[in-house]
C-alpha cells in the first residue's frame, strides 16, 4: 500500500473538490425546501379536508326576529369561509349557545376543541350545556375535570361541578369540589351557599350555618341562601331564627350569580330581546343607568308594547337624572297595563 505524498496537493483538485460540496449542498437545500413546502401544503390540505369535512350546520330560524337571523347568520358564513378557523367556530358556537340553540352548540364547540385542544372554553361550555341536552353526568363532569386541569384557578369550574356532583347526590365530592371554589375566592356568595347547602344534606349543620351565614353577609337578598339558613336553623333547634329566616326569604328572589365571565362573554353576544333584557338588568343592577338605558332602548324596538320594558326605562331614566323622560316611560307603561288585550290571533 502506497504513502500518502508529502507536501502541497495540486490546487486543481481542491478547486474541483469545493465545487462539488457547493453544489452538493445547493442541492440538499433545495431538496429541503421542497420537501417543506410540500409538506406544509400536506398539513393545510389535512387541515382543510378535515374541516370541510364537516358539515356547517342550517339553523332554523322560524320565529326569530331580524337582528338575531342575521348575527347567526355572519357567525355561520365566518365558518363558511374559514372552515379550519378554530376563532371561527368558537363564535358560531357561542352565538348558537347564545341564542339558545343548544345542540347545535355543543357540535359546534366540539369542532372549535379539535382546532385548538389548547383553549378551556369549549369544554367548560359543553360541560355547562350537556344535562340539558340529555347529555350524560360522566360526560359533563369528564368536561369539567379537563376544564379546571387547564386553568385550575378558575373558581365557577369548580362550583358548577359542585353543584353537578350534588345533583348527582355525591354530596362527599360535592363538598370538595365546592370547598376548592370557596379557597380559590373566599368573597363567592354563591360558592359559599352551594357550600353550606351541600354540608346541610350531609348533617353538618354547625359547617352549612357558617357558610349560609357567610353568604347572607357577602348577598344579603339572595332567596335561596334565606331558606338555606331556615332549614339549618331548624334543624340545629333553633326554631325562632328558623322563623325569621324564613319570613325574610319570602319576598325575595335568586340574586346570587356565577360570577362568570366565560358564560357571560358568551350569553352577552345574545342580541334577541330576551338576551338585552337580561344584560340590561344586569346594568341596572350594577347602577350603570346610561349603558341600562342604551340596551332597554334595543330591547323596546322589539317589543314595543312591553309594559315591563317602558316600567325598566322609567327607573332608569329616573336614576340617570332625567325626569322627563322617566315621566314619559312611565306613562307609557300605565297607558299598555290599562289597554284592552287583542283578540286571539291579532299579529302584535
Known amino acids: 500500500m502506497s504513502q500518502p505524498a508529502e507536501g502541497p496537493q495540486p490546487r486543481g483538485g481542491t478547486v474541483a473538490r469545493r465545487r462539488a460540496a457547493y453544489a452538493g449542498l445547493a442541492l440538499l437545500a433545495l431538496l429541503a425546501g421542497v420537501g417543506y413546502a410540500q409538506r406544509e401544503v400536506l398539513r393545510a390540505r389535512v387541515a382543510g379536508l378535515s374541516a370541510r369535512s364537516w358539515d356547517v350546520p342550517d339553523i332554523d330560524t322560524a320565529g326569530m326576529t331580524p337582528n338575531v337571523v342575521d348575527a347567526l347568520a355572519a357567525a355561520r358564513q365566518a365558518v363558511l369561509d374559514a372552515p379550519a378557523s378554530h376563532a371561527a367556530w368558537y363564535d358560531f358556537a357561542a352565538a348558537l349557545h347564545a341564542h339558545a340553540l343548544h345542540a347545535e352548540a355543543i357540535e359546534a364547540y366540539r369542532r372549535a376543541s379539535a382546532l385548538r385542544p389548547d383553549d378551556p372554553r369549549p369544554y367548560y361550555l359543553q360541560a355547562i350545556l350537556l344535562p340539558g341536552e340529555g347529555g350524560s353526568v360522566v360526560d359533563s363532569l369528564a368536561l369539567f375535570e379537563r376544564t379546571a386541569a387547564m386553568d385550575p384557578r378558575y373558581p365557577p369550574v369548580w362550583l358548577r361541578m359542585g353543584q353537578l356532583l350534588a345533583n348527582d347526590g355525591r354530596m362527599a365530592e360535592a363538598t370538595q369540589a365546592l370547598q376548592h371554589a370557596v379557597e380559590l375566592d373566599p368573597a363567592y356568595p354563591m360558592a359559599h351557599r352551594e ?9 353538618d349543620t354547625s359547617g352549612a350555618l357558617l357558610h349560609l351565614t357567610f353568604a347572607a353577609n357577602l348577598e344579603e337578598d339572595d332567596y335561596p341562601t334565606w331558606a338555606g339558613l331556615s332549614r339549618a336553623y331548624r334543624q340545629a ?3 325562632d331564627e328558623a322563623q325569621e329566616a324564613a319570613e325574610r ?12 365571565s366565560v358564560l357571560d362573554d358568551v350569553l352577552n353576544r345574545g342580541v334577541g330581546p330576551v338576551h338585552l333584557e337580561r344584560l340590561a338588568d344586569a346594568y341596572m343592577k350594577a347602577q350603570a343607568w346610561r349603558l341600562a338605558i342604551e340596551t332597554l332602548k334595543r330591547v323596546e324596538r322589539d317589543l314595543p308594547g312591553s309594559e315591563a320594558i317602558q316600567r325598566k326605562l322609567a327607573e332608569s331614566y329616573a336614576a340617570a337624572g332625567d325626569a322627563a323622560l322617566a315621566l314619559a316611560h312611565q306613562r307609557r307603561a300605565d297607558e299598555l297595563r290599562t289597554a284592552p288585550s287583542a283578540p286571539a290571533g291579532t299579529p302584535p
Not at 357550600?195 to 348533617?203: C, D, H, V
Not at 340574586?255 to 362568570?260: C, F, H, L, Q, T
Open 237 to 239: 333547634g333553633l326554631n
Open 195 to 203: 357550600l353550606g347547602l351541600a354540608l346541610l344534606e350531609r348533617g
Open 249 to 260: 326569604s319570602i319576598p325575595l328572589i335568586e340574586v346570587a350569580s356565577y360570577r362568570d
